[in-house]
T-cell receptor, first 117, second 113 residues
Framework: ETGVTQSPTHLIKTRGQQVTLRCSSQ?????VSWYQQALGQGPQFIFQ???????GRGNFPPRFSGLQFPNYSSELNVNALELDDSALYLC????????????????FGAGSRLTVL | SQKIEQNSEALNIQEGKTATLTCNYT??????LQWYRQDPGRGPVFLLL?????KEKRKERLKVTFDTTLKQSLFHITASQPADSATYLC????????????FGTGTRLKVLA
């Protein structure tokens, strides 16, 4: 197992800029989810991709978007950055047995810490 | 709206004792519930999954219970060790058109030597 790797580990942006975060899923997994974790809070679900299509989204505005590639790697894009976007962004991969299965154990990466000034 | 509550205050416990963490959820009925451990600066790590038709699940020193009537899960660590110090996150499965795991804020556990 290769695990989930994320890049970059840390980055600093200014308000209004755009950022792309990358994730390489664990081998054999077919879903990828992205979470935002503010300091002292639990991870907040942003969205999930299965077979390169978004199949679930949390309460995040459209300026948060993503992609899943055929090799199951993924990107999270955030446009028009705001100060409140400062957080740890976590990528998690899993293995769904059909898109309707719920018993999907998540393997998380170490996260990308984004600071917006 | 769906809500998950975990003790936001840190739990300090003496080494060797049993730690018990609580997770309460409202406004939905998850078919699955997971517990994760998170260390500072790292992503959560999966510990246990329990299904709605299971009352209890064990793994080594860990035990999880799932009471669908009370809408509550309890997470126990027996014979706790300083290495068990971490934040523990509860994640019941939510379904609103698609499945997703919603995480609680977590409970920080500190095991004192």
């Amino acid at each position: 197992e290769t695990g989930v790797t994320q890049s970059p580990t840390h980055l600093i942006k200014t308000r209004g800029q755009q950022v792309t975060l990358r994730c390489s899923s664990q081998s054999g997994h077919n879903t990828v989810s992205w979470y935002q974790q503010a300091l002292g809070q639990g991870p907040q679900f942003i969205f999930q991709y299965y077979r390169e299509e978004e199949n679930g989204r949390g309460n995040f505005p459209p300026r948060f978007s993503g992609l899943q590639f055929p090799n199951y790697s993924s990107e999270l894009n955030v446009n028009a950055l705001e100060l409140d976007d400062s957080a740890l962004y976590l990528c998690a991969s899993g293995s769904l047995q059909g898109s309707s299965s719920g018993a999907n154990v998540l393997t998380f990466g170490a996260g990308s810490r984004l600071t917006v000034l | 709206s769906q809500k998950i509550e975990q003790n936001s205050e840190a739990l300090n416990i003496q080494e060797g004792k049993t730690a018990t963490l609580t997770c309460n959820y409202t406004n939905y009925s998850p078919a699955y519930l997971q517990w994760y451990r998170q260390d500072p600066g790292r992503g959560p790590v999966f510990l246990l999954l329990i299904r709605e038709n299971e009352k209890e699940k064990r793994k080594e020193r860990l035990k999880v219970t799932f009471d669908t009537t009370l809408k509550q899960s309890l997470f126990h660590i027996t014979a706790s060790q300083p290495a068990d110090s971490a934040t523990y996150l509860c994640a019941p499965l939510s379904f609103s058109g698609t499945y997703k795991y919603i995480f609680g804020t977590g409970t920080r556990l500190k095991v004192l030597a």
